[in-house]
């Protein structure tokens, strides 16, 4: 059973449209939400959290979070070629075994390109 | 204030080499992660540590494998043995006390087993 679920995409927006990714989340429980953003051969970069239900802005960046349809997405306004990239949804998943819950559940990532 | 920093960057080993994976996470962070990312694959988590303690380690292979946080010094995964499937890129993350859910990933070091 997946954790955690993206669509692998590719997502292709043009230059200026405003991208939406989406992520679905199998526990219930979870109770923090993360959206990183990985360049080919970088690293991931955290963009953005979020912990309670709603929206929640930071720039060009929005990310919703609907706990009861355990769904967060990701949205990126007057998106820009530079924000191609891969974008992934972490999930801080409670009922993990091994007694911690810091650990991180990701997907697989949803590709996007932006085209000039 | 500088960020994680992981080395060696590009690490190549031949068949049953060991190989030495370190990480320094940012300054003030207490809580460490490595996580693995094997070609069209997802990040999959492997031990998270404090100082000088192992706090999960479920994600860890049984065998080969270890990590290790010491009171001095970076964080050491150690990979004894290596196999062709254990080229991966390595991350190591960090997170202050305060959050340990919010982790910052280093550069990574990419492992290539020949």
């Known amino acids: 059973q997946k954790e955690v679920e993206q669509n692998s995409g590719p997502l292709s927006v043009p230059e200026g449209a405003i991208a939406s990714l989406n992520c679905t989340y199998s526990d219930r429980g979870s109770q923090s939400f993360f959206w990183y953003r990985q360049y080919s051969g970088k690293s991931p970069e955290l963009i953005m959290f979020?912990?309670?239900?709603g929206d929640k802005e930071d720039g060009r960046f929005t990310a919703q979070l609907n706990k009861a349809s355990q769904y967060v997405s990701l949205l990126i306004r007057d998106s820009q070629p530079s924000d191609s990239a891969t974008y992934l949804c972490?999930?801080?998943?409670?009922?993990?075994?091994?007694?911690?819950?810091?650990?991180?559940?990701f997907g697989k990532g949803t590709l996007l390109t932006v085209n000039p | 204030n500088a960020g994680v920093m992981q080395n060696p960057r590009h690490l190549v080993r031949r068949r049953g080499q060991e190989a030495r994976l370190r990480c320094s996470p940012m300054?003030?962070?207490?809580?460490v992660y490595w996580y693995r990312q094997l070609p069209e694959e997802g990040l999959k988590f492997m031990v998270y540590l404090q100082k000088e303690n192992i706090i999960d380690e479920s994600g860890m292979p049984k065998e080969r494998f270890s990590a290790e946080f010491p009171k001095e010094g970076p964080s050491i995964l150690r990979i004894q043995q290596v196999v062709r499937g254990d080229s991966a890129a390595y991350f190591c993350?960090?997170?202050?006390?305060?959050?340990?859910?919010?982790?910052?990933f280093g550069p990574g070091t990419r492992l290539l087993v020949l």
């Open positions: 979020i912990y309670s239900n």
């Open positions: 993350a960090s997170s202050p006390p305060s959050r340990g859910e919010t982790q910052y």
């Open positions: 300054k003030g962070h207490s809580h």
């Open positions: 972490a999930v801080n998943l409670l009922g993990n075994s091994g007694g911690s819950n810091y650990k991180l559940t």
